[in-house]
């Protein structure tokens, strides 16, 4: 790096201020790194994450950023950081406003996303439910995609996740990360089969096309 005033050569390293946050990428939008990685792999990024947070120019990655952020559970910063950042540029139709190129702003559409990420994941074809979401905040959603084309549906009410739907559309394996220690499943003449999950904590289950599941907390 040699940045030259006049006759005087300055010799020294380049700033780094990143715009696209490129260390990162191998959590997302790669996924590469994930939830089900290793643990050591998991606090490396989780510590990039932190190293880069002053880094970059807050322009165009800020939905990137904390996707990655919500990948790894890091719930208070992914949050509270999307929160602050678009706070102020919503629009009263839903799309936002930014001074750097006023209504054209792609993270618009890409905000709904990342959302998605706080309630619901599928990385690795393995649903999470409310991943990254506070506990003190109560929240639900209605028929949210996974792959494998599984509609997702669950309330987060005082800290405690219930009603766990699950639809498929297409038939298949059906893999979720269980968010209770024990987990039932519940037949359409009321009675809940236990269900084992493995030393990951996820249970999986052969779907057929159209089929309707029903999640419940089992009494220990």
């Known amino acids: 790096y040699y940045p030259v005033i006049g006759d005087v050569v300055r010799v020294g390293e380049q700033e780094r201020n ?3 946050i490129t260390p990162v990428v191998p959590l997302f939008p790669a996924e590469q790194v994930s939830w089900f990685s290793e643990e050591s792999e998991k606090a490396l990024f989780g510590r990039t994450i932190k190293w880069i947070n ?4 807050r322009n165009n990655s800020v939905v990137m950023l904390n996707v990655a952020r919500a990948r790894l559970s890091m719930t208070e910063d992914a949050f509270n950081d999307t929160k602050t950042w678009f706070k102020g540029k919503e629009q009263k139709n839903g799309l936002f406003y ?14 709904a996303g ?7 994941q599928s990385v690795e074809d393995i649903i999470r439910i409310f991943p990254s979401w506070p506990v003190n905040l109560n929240a639900e959603f209605t028929s949210l995609r996974s792959r494998g084309g599984f509609l997702v549906s669950s309330r987060h009410i005082g800290g405690v996740i219930s009603d766990l739907r699950i639809t498929s559309t297409s038939g298949g394996e059906l893999k979720l990360l269980s968010p209770w220690k024990t987990i039932g499943l519940r037949s359409a003449n009321g009675k809940v089969k236990s269900l084992t999950p493995d030393s990951m ?3 999986k289950i052969q779907t057929l ?3 309707e599941l029903e999640f419940v907390k089992m009494k220990k």
Not at 54 to 57: D, L
């Open 98 to 111: 930014w001074q750097a190129h006023g209504f054209y702003m792609s993270e618009q559409t890409a905000v």
């Open 18 to 20: 990143y715009n696209i």
């Open 54 to 57: 002053s880094r970059y120019n």
């Open 201 to 203: 904590g996820i249970v």
């Open 209 to 211: 096309k159209g089929q």
């Open 114 to 120: 990342l959302i998605t990420e706080f309630l619901m």
